[in-house]
Nanobody, 121 residues
Framework: QVQLVESGGGLAQAGGSLRLSCAAS????????MGWYRQVPGKQRELVAA???????NYADSVKGRFTISRDNAKNTFYLQMNSLKPDDTAVYYC???????????????WGQGTQVTVSS
């Protein structure tokens, strides 16, 4: 089993910054993909940013140039640095880890508990 603990959410003003952290523990040796998702009431959860074990990254168009995903292998932790925050970034953010097959299919994944990010205008 894999356990994920999120931290770093909170309240920020438009134009400000926050950094989210996701610490993983358990049997994590086979994980090859990590990502951040967000969800607002009444809408589906959406991918914000992802990174593979090889360092390849992917971002939603709405956050490109503002958010950066990174990882620290020694700490089994990955991060989402959020700069130039906008009110539309307000959501519950969830971290996710899993294993993706060579063909691109998800084999398994695990979710963090979620952390609230609120951006005021």
């Amino acid at each position: 089993q894999v356990q994920l603990v999120e931290s770093g959410g909170g309240l920020a003003q438009a134009g400000g910054s926050l950094r989210l952290s996701c610490a993983a523990s358990g049997i994590i040796s086979s994980i090859n993909a990590m990502g951040w998702y967000r969800q607002v009431p009444g809408k589906q959860r959406e991918l914000v940013a992802a990174i593979t074990s090889g360092g390849s990254t992917n971002y939603a168009d709405s956050v490109k140039g503002r958010f950066t995903i990174s990882r620290d292998n020694a700490k089994n932790t990955f991060y989402l640095q959020m700069n130039s925050l906008k009110p539309d970034d307000t959501a519950v953010y969830y971290c996710n880890v899993g294993r993706i097959s060579p063909a691109g299919w998800g084999i398994y994944d695990y979710w963090g508990q979620g952390t609230q990010v609120t951006v005021s205008s």
